[in-house]
Each structure stands twice: as structure tokens, then as C-alpha cells.
């Protein structure tokens, strides 16, 4: 890096308030006399960097992440709080805004990768963040250097103080006006070495827990804006249907109904292509209005092209497909001829339904459009994304787009699609004003971007001696890359079957197709997308195999498994895959579930395993029936996912993502008849609750010293399988369409 | 034609009240004198911005929006503002005592129950009423906390839940001490 380019991106700010600021933001900024006026707001509504030092030592750093409910609004800080020496438990957080600024260069974002998404906060803040931190630090131990005199390696820092070689401590505060005029080093600081580390790998609890438990924390959902109107929109239940015809005289006679307008769904072209429902919006003064506005209309609906779609029919069309070619997504040795020499081929489908996410949060989203600017408040996932779709929609140019981001009630995929924001903004275009579009718990079960349905077939050839010699899997699912051009452009069965999973590598014949189904369900993203989508048939079909073979389920895949090495991983979390660390979270997982202990009473149990985004988890339930539920006795999960940042958000992750994956496993599945979604609430979207819940989760992270690979994602794929896996071992019925308890009581 | 929303948008049969109602919440008096079908969730979030209470589902099932009226949990989003009359309605915003959190509130933090955090007022809430009903809860008790999490913090909840009982056992006995050694 050069030395211009180093300060363009670590730079160093003194507010007029003496607060020293360190950020990734150019220099050219960087040291103007004149502040900024974003950066003095006497309330730090809007920060301009990473850290601030106040007068009284009290240490500001700025969150930048999507807090979904991941931690990152703590685990974040705790990379910069690290590096820069800063005491933990003086430490005070801030939600940054979105960073889109047009610098010298080119559009950049003054704070780096904002979006939650992937599992990647940590793997990119690890990188960035801990050298924003360390550049603080060393600018301060300048700073203090200048001040006594002395070499700069001769001073030590400790809990935002440098620390004299005689124990004289000074705090930062004192050195911060001073440190704000040293020109930052021209090469990367040295980071420290983990065992100097103070404050990662030590449990930090929720930095803002004391604002959610009074109340006080603000969702985005939580925004209100002198001036503006809420709306909410009847939409078309049929997939890209279209309005007919409207009787509005009713909803206008509402009080508090200011205007009723047609919302079209999005034009192939326009500005904004993806998923959009036709509708109806109703804006009035407040949101009980507009949903009394919205019951007060009378609407008929073209239902489009799809008003022969049902859940039955694409069962059919699954099915039939899987007679076809598909398209190979991995091809490794011979698998015909594998099956031409078997001895036994074993073959099983496996069935997975549409999802919802139902973030507790629904959509949302606060917009003000100006001739010149516009201001967005609500709850993201990718802030990008949604600055993209503002500008595309109302011509004005990103930076002159303010978005600020919120603690979000619940993410899962769900807001990485911005069809509310574009909503909002073509309503607030229509009404003139500014718009806080509200969304309810039935729009938001009818009209997500599901996890995709897929049917899937697995094959295994064994020979004589019940070695396994072949392995194919055909996937026939409605792609996540449809509809619209840049999706389409990609591989149809990616985020649905990924080349290099289990057990590719670890079978000397394999065939992995895709066989894509025409839909008219808008799909996205859905936590661990494809690894919640084929874990479940993978880890179920080897456990199959296990008992037609009458081996150990666990022996069995550390067998496959084979020595410790690592294989290519071209999917995202790759470009290794570690067999050793799959092995050893699986064995720890054994031991801790008691795995060859026999059980009694009706009791059974069941193991899985997978790879997910660069990180490892296995999970092991202990189960019986009672009556027609499940009750879980125990259950375990073991993740490997690189260093800890923060332990207990971590166990939080894993705890979570296990009690996600029970509950999606066991209740949830969205289907569709004539062309609609039928779901329209927790009744019959159902949700765990408490009583259906273990009472605890024992998770275990194996301690490693390997890079951190985050923890969002990884505690859910191997759920499923384990469970149905445990099922099978407590009932002999193996389910093989989820979810569980539906097909498990029909079977019974 | 079905229609998509009717159902969420139906309103709770309201008693027609005349004039504006008066109630008091965290300790203040209101008159609304604005929609008397408007349900109390709305009223606390849109009209008095304690947007503490969460809608969640607006037909009572996931439990987001719980508050106490009287003194018992109640789910806001299905109670008329008709019927709240001379009622007496607590919500997360009014259960601290200035700096001095409730014992719950605590306890959530002692064991960092959050995730995202949208449902922890309600579960709150809840808990502060089952707490009420019963001095020393079982297991089967906790579990009868219907209120949704999406994010799966269950299992913190049920230690929180235990956290608070001890909280507010040594607050009691920590409260006798004094009052023997005042006597």
C-alpha cells in the first residue's frame, strides 16, 4: 500500500469537541480544518468513523454492522476495542449509518462491508476492523511518546491508558488532540498476538441489552417522522397477478384516510425487476387507519400466470423432471458404470418445502424523498442493496441518500431483498409525502422470498462388502436464480446444490445434477440458504445407509471422511474444506450425547453433521414420542468455528440456530394452492414455543486457533437430519419430507 | 374473492364508549379521543410513541405486544381502547423504578438473553405476570410462556426467569435485614 493510499484509508479526525475519530474514510477529508457538521451531533445521531475518545476517557465505537440479532453490534467493537487497548467495560457503542460516499476514487463506503449476510461480519472485520483499532492504538502511544520523550516501543498501553515504563499511567483523553495531528504510519501496524488478547475470546454480554429490556432500543419499525403518513398495501394474493377492479368509497370514508392508490407490480425493465406484489395502498394518519382503510376495500384480482401453481403440482413436475438430464454441477469418476458393477444400490427421495422467514419484525420502512435527497430509516440486511434501489427508483444519486441503520427484529435472509423499501418509495412518490409503510404478519407470510422447494433424489452403490463405491444426488428445485436477468445469469443449481459439499471427495464416483422447476413463488435466501436446504437429505440418506448396512452412523462417516486433509471447497466458506475438523465435531458430538449408549423407553437417538460458510457443526438429539408430539431429551451441538470473538454470543448463535432448526424442522413448511400462498399467520405458520422446546441446548465449541469463520449460519443445517435421524432411531419411521411432525404423525 | 387481510384487520368487537376515554399508563393519565376501536398497541405506539410494545402479528399470538392492564398480562394489539376506560395500564417503558430495573429486566441481562430482541419486552412482560401468579414457578410453568421468539433465546429465558426469582429473593431478604435492623 502506498504511503497516499494508507492515509486515504486510515485517517484520523479531531472534532471540535476534542474527540479523536479513526476511521477508513479518505484523507482528504481527513484533516480540513473544519469538522464536519455529522460528526457533532450532540446525541452522536451520526458518527463519522470508528472511534472517539471523549474527555472523560470514555472510549465511542462505532457498530457497522446489520444487527439481526447476530451480536455484531457487540462482536464488532470488541475487534476495534481490542487492537486499540480500549477498557471493555467503559466502552460505549454506537449504530453507525450506512458509509456510502463518492470519494476520490470512485464510490466507496467510508466504514467497509455493511451488509449481514453469508456469515461474514467477522471474517471482514477481522481483517479490517482489529487494523482500525491497532492504527488508534499506535497513533496514541505517538502521542504519548512525543509527550515524554520517548521511544515509541518503550510505551505499553493497558484499558485505554498508555502506561510510562516508570507505571505512570495517562489516558488516552489526554492524548487525543495531540495523537490527532500524527500522520498515521505508512505500513500496516503489527496486530497483537492472541495471547495478549484482553478482550476477544472473552465473553461479552449484548451492548445495548438495557436499552432492549426497558424498551427503550429502537427497531426500525420504531422510526416515526414529523409529517409523515403510514401506509399498508392490499396486495394481489395471486402471484403476479394485477389489480381489476377497486371500490374504494368505503376505505375513503375512514377516518384518518388521506388517499387510496393502485400500486402496479414491477414492469420486466423497470427500474425495479424483482418480486413485487400489485396492490392497493391506503396511507392515512396513523396505522390502525390504514388497516381499517385497508379492511374497507373492495378489490377483484386478475390472477396471472400462475393461478394453476399448487404445492401438489410441483411435487408432479419434481418428480417428472428428475426423469430428465438436468444440468451436472459436479461429475467425479463413473458413476453409470458404478452402478452397472454394484452389488446393492440403495435410493431415497427427500422432500423440503418453501419457508418463510417471519422475522418478528415485519417489513418495514420510513422513506422522505426530496427533490435533492432522501432519508431512509428502517430495518436491513444489505443497506446497499436498499441505497441501490432508492436510487434507481427516485434518480437521485446514492450519496445524496441517507440511510440510517436500526437494530432489526430478526433478519434470516429476509431483508436481504429490499422489495419494501421499493414499495415504500414508489407509495411516498404517489402520496407527495413522506411514508412509513407498514407491513402486517399476513403480508409478510404471503408475500416473502422463500427458501425454495426441492425434491431430492440420492443414490449410493455398494459393493460386496457394503463399501460405498458411488453416490449421486439430483435435485430438482425451484432455483434461486430465476425471474430476473443477473439471477439468471447464474448457475441455476447454485444456492440449492453446491458441488464440493458431503461427500464429494470422499467417493470415488459421483454425480451431482440440477433439475430446475418453473415457479411462480418468489425465492431468496433463507438462513444457511442451501445448507438448510440439502443437509437434510444428505445426513439423513447416510444414516440410511448406515443401518441397510448395518454399520455404525457415526464409524460410517468418519470413515468416509478419512484421514484429516483438505479438500477444494469452490462454494462460499471454501477454499478448503477440512475433513479432520467435520470428524472431530462429530466424534465430540458422539461422546457428549453418549452415542453408544443403548436406550430404552421408546427413547432414540440421531446425529448429523455438516460444513456451512467455513465453519463446522454436528448436532445430536435424544428423543421419544409422546402421543402425537416429539419430545426432545437432549440436545448437543458441537461447532468448530475458528477463534472466538465473543463466547457468549457464539453459544447464543448455536443455541439459536439449534432451536430455529428444531422448530422450522418440525413445524414449517409454506404451500401454495391456485396460485396463492396459504400461510397467513403463526396459527398455521407455527413457530416453536417454550413447551415444544429442550430445555436447554449443550453447546460445545472446540477451542481453535484458526481464523474465525462467524457463527450465524452454521448451528441449523445439520438439525434436521439429526432429528429425523433420532426419530427414526425412536419410532423405526423415517421421515424424509419435512416438516417432520406432519409426515411423522400421518405415518405413525 | 377472499380477501388477503380480512382477517388481521377485522377490529375486536369495541363497545361504542361516547366521548374520550381516560386511562392511565405508567402512572400518567391519557384521554384519547381518537378511534375508540383503536386497539391499546397502536394507541401506545403510533399516538404516544412507547413504542416499547412490538406488533408482532396483530391477533394475539405471538405475544410482542404484552402489557399489563390491572396488573395482569394482556396482549395489546386485540384491546379496544373502548374497553381500557378507567383502567390502570403498565407497558415495558413503566416496570423499572427510575434506575432501579425490575428484577426480570436484571435478569435478562445477567443472562444476555437478547438476540435480536423484538420480542424480549413481551416475554418480559409475561414473566413479570407469571411471576405473580406464582411465587416459585416449575418447569412445566415456564414452559406455559407462550410468547414467540424467532430467534430461539428459550433456553436463556427459562434461566432468566430462575436468575429472577433468586434476584428477588435476595432483594426480599436483603429488605428484612434492614427492617430488623431498624426494629
Known amino acids: 500500500m502506498t504511503n497516499l493510499n494508507r492515509r486515504q484509508f486510515i485517517s484520523v479526525m479531531l472534532t471540535a469537541s476534542g474527540a479523536l475519530l479513526v476511521g477508513l474514510r479518505p484523507a482528504v477529508a481527513a484533516f480540513q480544518p473544519k469538522v464536519p457538521i455529522d460528526l457533532l451531533g450532540e446525541a452522536l445521531t451520526s458518527l463519522g468513523a470508528f472511534v472517539r475518545i471523549e474527555r472523560n476517557n470514555r472510549i465511542v465505537i462505532g457498530a457497522r454492522g446489520c444487527e439481526i440479532g447476530q451480536g455484531v453490534i457487540t462482536s464488532l467493537p470488541m475487534l476495534i476495542a481490542e487492537e486499540l487497548d480500549a477498557d471493555w467495560n467503559r466502552v460505549r457503542v454506537e449504530q453507525l449509518p450506512y458509509g456510502y460516499e463518492i470519494g476520490p476514487d470512485g464510490e466507496t463506503n467510508r466504514y467497509g462491508p455493511q451488509g449481514a449476510g453469508g456469515s461474514t461480519s467477522i471474517t471482514d472485520g477481522w481483517k479490517d476492523l482489529r487494523q482500525a483499532g491497532a492504527v488508534a492504538r499506535w497513533l496514541l502511544v505517538e502521542a504519548a511518546a512525543q509527550h515524554w520523550q520517548l521511544p515509541h516501543d518503550r510505551l505499553a498501553t493497558e484499558a485505554s491508558h498508555v502506561v510510562h515504563p516508570d507505571g505512570t499511567r495517562m489516558?488516552?483523553?489526554?492524548?487525543?488532540?495531540?495523537?490527532?495531528?500524527?500522520?498515521?504510519?505508512?505500513?500496516?501496524?503489527?496486530?497483537?498476538?492472541?495471547?495478549?488478547?484482553r478482550v476477544i475470546g472473552k465473553p461479552a454480554k449484548t451492548v445495548d441489552a438495557r436499552a432492549i429490556v426497558t424498551g427503550r432500543a429502537s427497531f426500525g419499525i420504531d422510526a416515526y417522522m414529523g409529517g409523515a403518513l403510514t401506509a399498508v398495501m392490499l396486495r394481489c394474493p395471486h402471484m403476479d397477478g394485477s389489480v381489476d377492479t377497486i371500490d374504494d368509497t368505503q376505505a375513503r370514508k375512514i377516518p384518518g384516510v388521506r388517499d387510496v392508490f393502485v400500486i402496479d407490480g414491477p414492469v420486466p425493465g423497470s427500474a425495479f425487476d424483482t418480486n413485487l406484489a400489485a396492490g392497493v395502498a391506503v396511507v392515512a394518519d396513523d396505522t390502525w387507519a390504514a388497516l381499517k382503510g385497508r379492511s374497507a376495500l373492495k378489490v377483484t384480482w386478475k390472477p396471472g400466470p400462475w393461478a394453476q401453481e399448487s404445492s401438489a403440482a410441483l411435487e408432479a413436475k419434481a418428480a417428472e423432471a428428475l426423469k430428465g438430464d438436468g444440468v451436472s454441477v459436479r461429475s467425479d469418476g463413473d458413476m453409470a458404470a458404478a452402478r452397472k458393477a454394484a452389488k446393492r444400490t440403495l435410493e431415497a427421495r427427500y422432500q423440503?418445502?418453501?419457508?418463510?422467514?417471519?422475522?418478528?419484525?415485519?417489513p418495514h420502512a420510513l422513506i422522505k424523498i426530496e427533490p435533492d435527497r432522501a432519508l431512509f430509516i428502517g430495518s436491513l440486511q444489505s443497506p446497499g442493496g436498499a441505497s441501490t434501489v432508492i436510487a434507481n427508483l427516485t434518480g437521485l444519486s446514492r450519496d445524496k441518500i441517507e440511510i440510517r441503520m436500526?437494530?432489526?427484529?430478526?433478519?434470516?435472509?429476509?431483508?436481504?431483498?429490499?422489495?419494501?423499501v421499493a414499495e415504500a418509495v414508489m407509495i411516498a412518490k404517489k402520496a407527495g409525502k413522506p411514508i412509513k409503510l407498514m407491513w402486517?404478519?399476513?403480508?409478510?407470510?404471503r408475500h416473502d422470498f422463500?427458501?425454495?422447494?426441492?425434491l431430492h433424489q440420492l443414490s449410493a452403490t455398494l459393493d460386496r462388502k457394503n463399501q460405498l463405491t458411488g453416490f449421486a444426488h439430483l435435485c430438482a428445485a425451484t432455483s434461486m436464480n430465476y425471474r430476473i436477468a443477473r439471477k439468471k445469469e447464474r448457475p441455476p443449481g447454485q444456492g440449492c446444490l453446491e458441488a464440493d459439499d458431503f461427500p464429494a471427495g470422499l467417493v470415488p464416483n459421483l454425480d451431482k445434477r440440477f433439475f430446475s422447476l418453473e415457479s411462480g413463488m418468489p425465492r431468496g435466501p433463507w438462513r444457511a440458504p442451501l445448507h438448510t436446504f440439502h443437509a437434510f437429505a444428505v445426513q439423513s440418506f447416510i444414516d440410511e445407509i448406515a443401518y441397510e448396512t448395518k454399520q455404525d452412523a457415526v464409524e460410517l462417516r468418519l470413515k468416509l471422511l478419512g484421514e484429516a486433509r483438505e479438500l477444494d471447497y469452490q462454494g462460499h466458506g471454501g477454499p478448503?474444506?477440512?475433513?479432520?475438523?467435520?470428524?472431530?465435531v462429530l466424534t465430540r458430538c458422539?461422546?457428549?450425547?453418549?452415542?453408544?449408549?443403548?436406550?430404552?423407553?421408546?427413547?432414540?437417538?440421531?446425529?448429523?453433521?455438516?460444513?456451512?460458510?467455513?465453519?463446522?457443526?454436528?448436532?445430536?438429539?435424544e428423543v421419544s414420542m409422546d402421543g402425537r408430539d416429539l419430545?426432545?431429551?437432549?440436545?448437543?451441538c458441537v461447532a468448530d468455528i475458528g477463534r472466538v470473538v465473543n463466547p457468549l454470543g457464539v453459544d447464543a448463535m448455536m443455541a439459536g440456530g439449534t432451536i430455529d432448526g428444531i422448530s422450522t424442522a418440525l413445524n414449517l413448511a409454506i404451500t401454495v394452492k391456485d396460485g396463492q400462498v396459504q400461510q397467513s399467520s403463526f396459527g398455521d405458520y407455527a413457530i416453536g414455543r417454550m413447551a415444544q422446546m429442550p430445555h436447554e441446548i449443550e453447546v460445545i465449541v472446540l477451542p481453535s486457533e484458526r481464523e474465525p469463520s462467524g457463527a450465524g449460519e452454521m448451528g441449523i443445517p445439520s438439525v434436521a437430519p439429526a432429528l429425523a435421524n433420532a426419530i427414526y432411531a425412536a419410532t423405526t419411521v423415517r421421515v424424509r419430507r419435512l416438516p417432520l411432525l406432519a409426515e411423522l404423525n400421518r405415518r405413525l | 374473492m377472499p380477501q388477503a387481510n380480512a382477517k388481521i384487520d377485522k377490529a375486536p368487537a369495541a363497545a361504542v364508549v361516547p366521548g374520550p376515554i381516560e386511562l392511565t399508563i405508567n402512572g400518567e393519565t391519557f384521554r384519547h379521543t381518537g378511534a375508540p376501536d383503536m386497539p391499546l398497541l397502536w394507541y401506545l405506539r403510533d399516538v404516544l410513541r412507547l413504542t416499547g410494545s412490538k406488533y408482532g402479528c396483530g391477533v394475539g399470538q405471538c405475544g410482542a405486544c404484552t402489557v399489563h392492564v390491572d396488573g395482569k398480562a394482556q396482549r395489546s394489539c386485540l384491546l379496544p381502547m373502548s374497553a381500557l376506560s378507567g383502567q390502570t395500564i403498565t407497558t415495558i417503558e413503566g416496570i423499572a423504578s427510575g434506575d432501579d430495573l425490575h428484577a426480570v429486566q436484571q435478569a435478562w441481562i445477567d443472562e444476555d438473553v437478547p438476540q435480536c430482541g423484538y420480542c424480549q419486552a413481551g416475554q418480559i412482560m409475561a414473566t413479570v405476570d407469571l411471576l405473580k401468579r406464582k411465587a416459585q414457578p416449575s418447569d412445566a410453568d415456564i414452559s406455559q410462556l407462550t410468547n414467540l421468539c424467532r430467534c430461539g433465546t428459550y433456553p436463556r429465558i427459562r434461566k432468566a426467569v430462575k436468575r429472577a426469582l433468586q434476584l428477588m429473593a435476595e432483594a426480599k431478604a436483603a429488605e428484612e435485614k434492614a427492617a430488623e435492623a431498624k426494629s
Open chain 1, 171 to 197: 489516558p488516552y483523553a489526554e492524548l487525543a488532540e495531540r495523537a490527532a495531528g500524527i500522520l498515521p504510519p505508512p505500513e500496516p501496524v503489527a496486530l497483537k498476538k492472541p495471547e495478549q488478547y
Open chain 1, 352 to 362: 423440503v418445502p418453501f419457508l418463510a422467514h417471519a422475522t418478528m419484525e415485519p
Open chain 1, 406 to 420: 436500526t437494530r432489526a427484529g430478526g433478519g434470516f435472509g429476509r431483508r436481504l431483498e429490499n422489495d419494501y
Open chain 1, 440 to 445: 402486517t404478519r399476513d403480508d409478510d407470510l
Open chain 1, 450 to 454: 422463500y427458501r425454495p422447494y426441492g
Open chain 1, 576 to 584: 478448503k474444506f477440512d475433513t479432520g475438523r467435520l470428524a472431530a
Open chain 1, 590 to 621: 458422539a461422546e457428549a450425547i453418549e452415542w453408544k449408549r443403548r436406550r430404552s423407553d421408546g427413547r432414540g437417538v440421531g446425529i448429523a453433521c455438516h460444513f456451512t460458510f467455513g465453519g463446522y457443526a454436528a448436532h445430536a438429539f
Open chain 1, 631 to 636: 419430545r426432545i431429551h437432549r440436545a448437543i
